[in-house]
């Protein structure tokens, strides 16, 4: 069983070491124009982590499997959608920067899962060309809202689930 706590400073070195095997998959399956220019760089996950956004999972033996941005809304970048429309207005946090291992198979629920627990109504975003994200996304049973831009001006689709089940942890 894995487990999902939130990253620690120490972790930096293992956290990019995850980001640059994602990265290596999304080029072998033809997603050259994500994560470029050194995105997400040290600096980014050393921010996430000083702001208690980054999380990690770990396998049974303690090894770091996959990392994750865990942020609550509003997201600046979401602001504006075109050719199309978020669910609701609702509060909703977003998950940014999830890197995995090759051999993480099923990690994404997991981490939605985790996600979903906590706040309920989710955001996230991916490259057109992640073919593999667009498919857990969509299997995971994200909706589809439409495209939002980076402040690079780079398009991303955008995609929505959940309502907040009762009770649910507030972070």
Same mark, same amino acid.
């Given at each position: 069983m894995r487990s999902i706590r939130k990253a620690r400073m120490n972790e930096v070195p293992e956290i990019m070491r995850l980001i640059d095997e994602a990265r290596a998959i999304m080029r072998s399956c033809g997603n050259m124009n994500q994560w470029i220019d050194g995105y997400p760089s040290r600096d980014t996950i050393v921010e996430d982590i000083n702001n208690g956004h980054c999380h990690v999972c770990e396998d049974e033996g303690g090894e770091l499997v996959a990392s994750f941005a865990f942020i609550p809304g509003p997201e600046p &970048?979401?602001? +504006?959608?075109?050719?199309?429309?978020?669910?609701?207005? +609702?509060?909703? @946090?977003?998950?940014?920067?999830?890197?995995? &291992?090759?051999?993480? @198979?099923?990690?994404?629920? +997991?981490?939605?899962?985790?996600?979903?627990?906590?706040? #309920?109504?989710?955001?996230?975003? &991916? @490259?057109?060309?992640?073919?593999?994200?667009? @498919?857990?996304? +969509?299997?995971?049973?994200? &909706?589809?809202? #439409?495209?939002?831009?980076?402040?690079?001006?780079d398009e991303r689709l955008a995609y929505q689930t959940g309502r907040a089940p009762l009770g649910a942890l507030r972070v």
């Open positions: &970048t979401y602001k +504006e959608i075109y050719e199309g429309a978020w669910l609701d207005d +609702e509060p909703y @946090h977003v998950v940014h920067r999830l890197a995995s &291992t090759a051999g993480s @198979h099923g990690v994404f629920n +997991e981490v939605i899962d985790y996600c979903m627990a906590v706040a #309920g109504n989710l955001r996230i975003d &991916t @490259h057109r060309d992640n073919v593999i994200m667009r @498919h857990v996304i +969509e299997r995971y049973g994200f &909706t589809y809202c #439409g495209i939002i831009y980076l402040l690079s001006g």
